[in-house]
Nanobody, 128 residues
Framework: QVQVVESGGGLVQAGGSLRLSCTASGLTFDNYAMAWFRQAPGKEREGVACISWSGGRTYYADSVKGRFTISRDNAKNTLYLQMNSLKPEDTAMYYC?????????????????????WGQGTQVTVSS
C-alpha cells in the first residue's frame, strides 16, 4: 500500500532554516504531482507549495513565496521543502501529499484538488 512519511521538523528560532523531507513508497513517484500543506492549531489546513511530476513547475502560497523552496528527487522517491527566514507564524504541522491521477499542479495546492495520499505530518515550531 501507499506510504508517505515526513521528517525534518523541529524547533527553530525566528530567522532560522529547516529542510523537510518526504519519502513515498507503494506508488510510481514520478507519476504524481506532490505538495506540502500545513495546519496550525485551530486553523484549516492550507496549501504551502506544489511541484509537478518532473519538477519543472512549482507554485507557492503568497505567505511563503521567496522564503520556501519545494523540490523533488524522483530517483529517491523523495520530496523536499527548504524553509528559510522562518517566522513564528510558520509554526504548524506540515504534511506531504501526492495528487492522485495527475502529475500536474493546479496552482497553489488546496485540499479539494484530489490529493489522495497523505503522511502523518512533522511538527515545525518557530520561536520568536
Amino acid at each position: 500500500q501507499v506510504q508517505v512519511v515526513e521528517s525534518g521538523g523541529g524547533l527553530v528560532q525566528a530567522g532560522g532554516s529547516l529542510r523537510l523531507s518526504c519519502t513515498a513508497s507503494g506508488l510510481t513517484f514520478d507519476n504524481y504531482a506532490m505538495a506540502w500543506f500545513r495546519q496550525a492549531p485551530g486553523k484549516e489546513r492550507e496549501g504551502v507549495a506544489c511541484i509537478s511530476w518532473s519538477g519543472g513547475r512549482t507554485y507557492y502560497a503568497d505567505s511563503v513565496k521567496g522564503r520556501f523552496t519545494i523540490s523533488r528527487d524522483n530517483a529517491k522517491n523523495t520530496l523536499y521543502l527548504q524553509m528559510n527566514s522562518l517566522k513564528p507564524e510558520d509554526t504548524a504541522m506540515y504534511y506531504c501529499a501526492a495528487r492522485a491521477a495527475s502529475g500536474y499542479c493546479s496552482g497553489v495546492p488546496t485540499v479539494t484538488q484530489g490529493f489522495a495520499y497523505w503522511g502523518q505530518g512533522t511538527q515545525v515550531t518557530v520561536s520568536s
